[in-house]
């Protein structure tokens, strides 16, 4: 089977109107005034992003979910994406049917089309990058930059489960299972993204550790974190000390939970809301006047080391 | 250095406003009624669709040009692009400026920014993903799908010249050169695509080779369209015969010259844009009605040949 072959009859039928069933050099989107479209590009690496081993339906569920997540962090509601995918020649024949039906059940969770890409082979690994596209009210996403002196600083879920999941993969423990499963298909957080649209006043996802992340909202809004070290969210894994688990939490990454500042006074908004959507938000820290650094960890730890880097 | 320095550094410098300077996890593009947003996505990798000891800029132009000549075949103003570049750690520090100046150099004379994307490390081979963003009025954009009976079949420039240029692109001939700088660093014909937005039913760039995305045309308006042989314009290059400059137009692909289809009537509106835009455009073929095979070939020639396949 040639790419064509391929792109008809697995992705084909993963599309929408805006890709005129690929019979186009391009996708067409009809704008709308009074909206926004967000947009955001994520790679995934074999080797680098993950193993190669792993079930193709899972690859593709991580690589549509990391960019998921992006959308989640701007509080857009994800509306298609594209994907540009390199397979070498060798694994294609496996991979790509197991890759477009991961690709089918979550395009049907979270209700979103693809529009179009490439498909080419690489010589040695696998390469998939996802364009994802997000729409908001205008004016309504939320940056990482408009934090305010006083906000409170709160995180989704708990932190550290995907690293724990990682660096145990080939372990069989019952208590280690979510956490495999979470390193192997994040949980993105659209509903709650959109729900702190007029809440939030700054939002990231976790991709790199929460002190990395941490920081970058910070930075962005010249301010200073005040990270209270005894109220972030720790996995119940009992075999794994809570110094750790803090680690994890800190440093692992790959957790997409959501990180956002808001006015002290949407504490019962947040209340309610967690009940709704079934998912614990937990105040972790304060934003102050800048002075030193960052972050500034509360209760005593070991100054932060450094996150994932590419190079 | 990590990524968020290079990003710093050698990216951001690229981006406009929509990028809001790369400080959140997406790009937002304000809507705007009455237009449509044109997007496509090209691959290119290390060691398939380019040597990877080329210049990193010239690299970084085909990649975006490439791109550029998707635009030009749906009759869209390119106006901005994202970028995902995976590199791996010890071609890095090399690649990337250079690359990027690559960037800086089309950008400036396409007149177009870059919004956002994603750099990540990759264990061997380098691979370039760009989508990239045009406009048109809404309803303008020119598909492969709207060919009508009688209409005519049009082609710019001349056919084979880049095919020749990566066949012989070790020998240091005068006259291989314009053909080793068309392989190199593509021209898309933006300007030709859009002056033909009310002009041409259907159009495409030729990427795989005449034969193949004649096909495309044909196929797709459910007609036959008969290629005159003799007419296919071919570079003067007179050390390679006639016959083999042909087979490098019908089979070599990486023209991105583009392909269109458009009423008898227009014929007088071609010759006077030709000469106002200085680009050759030869009347190739006629779209008949379809009865066995898509592509006839008029003035004898032997069976068609497989375009290049990735699988």
Not at 287 to 310: E, G, T
Request: glycine share 6%; hydrophobic share 40%; proline share 4%.
């Amino acid at each position: 089977m040639n790419e064509f072959v391929y792109i008809e009859k697995y992705f084909k039928p993963l599309t929408n109107e805006i890709a005129r069933d690929l019979k186009n050099d391009a996708a067409i989107f009809n704008q709308r005034s009074g909206y926004d479209l967000i947009i955001s590009t994520d790679t995934l690496v074999e080797g680098i992003h993950f193993f190669g081993n792993e079930d193709p339906a899972d690859i593709a569920k991580k690589s549509l979910r990391v960019n998921l997540s992006d959308m989640a962090a701007m509080g857009a509601k994800p509306v298609f994406y594209n994907l540009a995918l390199s397979v070498p020649k060798e694994k294609v024949r496996i991979f790509i049917p197991k890759f477009a039906k991961g690709l089918e059940e979550d395009q049907n969770f979270f209700n979103l089309k693809l529009i179009g890409g490439d498909l080419t082979s690489s010589l040695k690994y696998i390469n998939i990058t996802i364009t994802i596209f997000g729409e908001t009210l205008s004016g309504k996403a939320i940056s990482r930059s408009s934090s305010k002196l006083g906000d409170y600083l709160y995180v989704s879920g708990v932190l550290g489960l995907s690293k724990i999941g990682l660096d145990n993969f080939y372990l069989n423990y019952k208590e280690l299972e979510l956490a495999k499963k979470r390193y192997l298909i994040p949980e993105p957080r659209i509903d709650l993204g959109i729900a702190l649209q007029n809440i939030a006043n700054s939002m990231i996802d976790i991709s790199d550790g929460l002190a990395q992340d941490a920081t970058h909202l910070a930075k962005n809004s010249k301010l200073s974190i005040e990270l209270n070290l005894n109220k972030i969210p720790l996995p119940k894994i009992e075999t794994i000390s809570k110094k750790n688990k803090l680690n994890f939490a800190l440093y692992g990454g790959d957790d997409y939970e959501l990180l956002f500042s808001c006015s002290p006074c949407h504490k019962s908004f947040l209340k309610n809301l967690s009940s709704k959507i079934n998912l614990k938000l937990t105040k972790i820290g304060e934003f102050k006047k800048f002075k030193d650094q960052y972050l500034i960890f509360k209760n005593n730890y070991s100054k932060p080391k450094d996150a994932y880097m590419h190079f």
